[in-house]
């Protein structure tokens, strides 16, 4: 896993709510990024970074905001929690030209 | 809108059999990933395919590219039911910031 870990690995929440994911490596790698998975849809990239607070939208940014302060850990924040956001989240880091290191999930329920 | 496609969408066999799984995309692209998922955890890498490969082998894994097509395909040889996962494609082009996904095959290894 690369020293990839994310918290909280589960979390059930109320929409309207903040919700916000961690992602904290160990690997000093310069790319981060975060994805949801849903049925039918596989892997969609919503936010990635390409260095201390550089930070870009994916394809499925809205609703979604990112921070990353330092180097090992790049936040992933839900302002306003809703239904459709129910989903896996992954973290994964690594250069886009070669292999990325997958974090193990959060699992978000949203009521 | 994601690049890669993999087909079939799932796909079941029996122990000890090949299994094959192809992946589609759009645009030229600089290299082809194939990852593996098992049930609720984080994808594994399992082979990288440049651009001006056409064949790579890996163990009981060998991944094809025609670029030509716009194509990959993957073969596990000798199924065994650890293989039992989601495999996915993910494409790189040059200078791009990410890599983008397919939907993944399901593969069920029956016994």
């Known amino acids: 896993d690369a020293g990839i870990t994310q918290s909280p690995r589960h979390k059930v929440t109320e929409t309207g709510t903040p919700v916000t994911l961690r992602c904290h490596q160990t690997e000093n790698h310069r790319y981060m990024y975060w994805y949801r998975q849903d049925p039918g849809h596989g892997l969609r990239l919503i936010h990635y970074s390409y260095g201390v607070k550089d930070t870009d939208k994916g394809e499925v940014s809205d609703g979604y905001s990112v921070s990353r302060s330092k180097t090992e850990d790049f936040l992933l924040t839900l302002e306003s929690a809703t239904s459709s956001q129910t989903s896996v989240y992954f973290c994964?880091?690594?250069?886009?030209?070669?292999?990325?290191?997958f974090g193990p999930g959060t699992r978000l329920t949203v009521t | 809108s994601q690049q890669g496609e993999e087909d079939p969408q799932a796909l079941s066999i029996q122990e000890g059999e090949n299994a094959t799984m192809n992946c589609s995309y759009k645009t030229s692209i600089n290299n082809l990933q194939w990852y593996r998922q098992n049930s609720g955890r984080g994808l594994v890498h399992l082979i990288l395919i440049r651009s001006n490969e056409r064949e790579k082998h890996s163990g009981r894994l060998r991944v094809t590219l025609d670029t030509s097509k716009k194509s990959s395909s993957l073969l596990i040889t000798a199924s065994r039911a650890a293989d039992t996962a989601s495999y996915f494609c993910a494409t790189w082009k040059n200078r791009d910031d990410k890599i983008i996904f397919g939907k993944g095959t399901r593969l069920h290894i029956l016994p």
């Open positions: 994964a880091t690594g250069p886009p030209s070669y292999e990325q290191y």
